[in-house]
């Protein structure tokens, strides 16, 4: 009697445990599978590679005294690389550039008015002699002192410069007159004028570890005066201040070595 009444049961029972386990197993599996589909999608993003760009703060410049005391350093840099000296490069840069405050200057970081030319890189347009002509442009000031020393460096007009002494910025700004750097006929001496009125030429001197003199002719002098007044022939002086003679005028300035 007993084993009739399981035979009929089990049927029963077995479909009751074959339903649990089915369940059971679906459920575990579910979740199972859905844990794993939030681990797939925590992927880390990768870091950017790009580099930030460091931003140029360049002071205020208020007058020239503040644009040399800021391109100085720079100047004698390119100065020991290339040869140029400091004080023709602060001079250029300060006549062409309106020390720091004229347009190519403060939009192009163009301290030089170098033209494009075979140029590829960043461009301006502004009026110089012709309307609207091509100028270099520059992400930072510093690229533009290294473009005018390759500029000098690299061309062949200006070769013969490197000739010169270095503490000879007489003769460079006449040189760069002569290479056609410029086509003003004052160029060579406004170069000069501001060479000796905010005494640039200490910078080549700190370059050379030279210390030579700047003397203003006066009244009664000549060059043999002066030449023996600082041991020095008159040859030399002569050489060192590019003289085409041997007059010298009131008030004119002379380089003597000490």
């Known amino acids: 009697m007993c084993v009739v009444i399981i035979m009929k049961k089990l049927p029963l029972y077995l479909a009751i445990i074959f339903f649990t386990y089915s ?62 000296p400091a004080s023709i490069t602060l001079a250029q840069g300060i006549l062409e550039s309106g020390a720091g405050k004229g347009r190519l200057a403060v939009e192009a970081n163009n301290h030089f008015g170098i033209k494009c030319h075979d140029w590829n890189g960043k461009k301006i347009y502004h009026d110089d002699d012709e309307k609207q002509e091509c100028f270099r442009k520059y992400d930072n000031p510093e690229y533009s002192y290294r473009d005018h020393s390759l500029f000098l460096k690299n061309r062949g007009r200006y070769s013969f410069l490197f000739d010169f002494d270095k503490d000879n910025y007489k003769q460079w700004a006449k040189g760069l007159k002569k290479a056609g750097y410029a086509t003003d006929p004052k160029y060579p001496q406004k170069l000069i004028d501001l060479i000796e009125r905010y005494e640039l030429y200490k910078f080549d001197n700190i370059v050379l570890k030279k210390k030579n003199k700047i003397y203003k002719v006066k009244k009664g002098d000549t060059l043999y005066s002066i030449s023996a007044r600082f041991n020095m022939p008159v040859e030399l002086i002569i050489k060192m201040n590019n003289l085409a003679t041997e007059e010298i005028n009131v008030g004119d300035t002379l380089i003597i070595k000490k």
């Open 23 to 84: 369940c059971g197993t679906k459920r575990v599996i579910y979740n199972n599978k859905k844990i794993e589909t939030k681990k797939e999608k925590k992927i880390k993003k990768p870091k950017s590679k790009t580099k930030k760009v460091k931003k140029v703060v360049v002071p205020r410049i208020l007058n020239t005294e503040d644009y040399v005391n800021y391109y100085s350093n720079i100047a004698m840099d390119e100065m020991i690389q290339y040869g140029i």
